[in-house]
């Protein structure tokens, strides 16, 4: 047999242009004994492609199969399990406990920040009526000292641009 014609059927085997004869073909020259050294690393290629055309299953495959599914499924029930209400909640009912949690400690932390500032700021109440904003006047010239002591900020020779 011509071994360039082998090598060109391999060459066109490699780019998916052979046809079932030419494969069969290939096959039947690499299932020969006396092969060249250069074209032996190719060999297990169309043998263990020979090996899974021969691979069959038998006649009776699915009749097995179909019998074994049978079987499990007769020996093998379901169980029902009832799931109550509270069960179903409970997922909710953790998220909220931890949403609780959050809060309580997040508004005593900012219970905690206020109170650590003291009297140096005043305190900004709602106005309700025209009753508490003449009391809020009123209350201005004693509380007006008190915002310009934490306004102002002490003058140092850093921060002076010339």
């Given amino acids: ?11 066109r085997y490699w780019e998916c242009q052979t046809t079932l004869e030419e494969e ?3 096959r039947k020259f690499f ?3 006396d092969i060249p ?3 032996l690393p190719y060999r297990d290629i169309f043998l263990a492609e020979e090996d899974m055309i021969a691979e069959h299953l038998s006649e009776d495959f699915d009749k097995k199969l179909m019998a074994r599914i049978e079987s499990s499924q007769e020996t093998e029930s379901a169980q029902v ?6 069960q179903r909640l409970a997922p909710f009912y953790r998220a909220a406990a931890v949403v609780a949690i959050v809060l309580s400690i997040g508004m005593a932390a900012q219970q905690g920040f206020e109170s650590h500032r003291g009297d140096a700021q005043p305190q900004l109440t709602e106005v309700s009526s025209e009753g508490d904003t003449l ?3 009123t209350d201005m010239p004693e509380a007006l ?7 102002t900020v002490p003058a140092t020779d850093s921060l002076i641009v010339q």
Avoid at 81 to 86: E, K, Q, Y
Avoid at 145 to 151: G, N, R, S, Y
């Fill in 24 to 26: 069969a073909i290939l």
């Fill in 31 to 33: 299932s020969q004994e």
């Fill in 81 to 86: 399990v009832s799931i109550s209400w509270a």
């Fill in 1 to 11: 047999m011509d071994y360039k014609y082998i090598e060109q059927l391999l060459e």
């Fill in 135 to 137: 009391q809020l006047f």
């Fill in 37 to 39: 050294a250069s074209l």
């Fill in 145 to 151: 000292p008190k915002t310009e002591a934490v306004l």
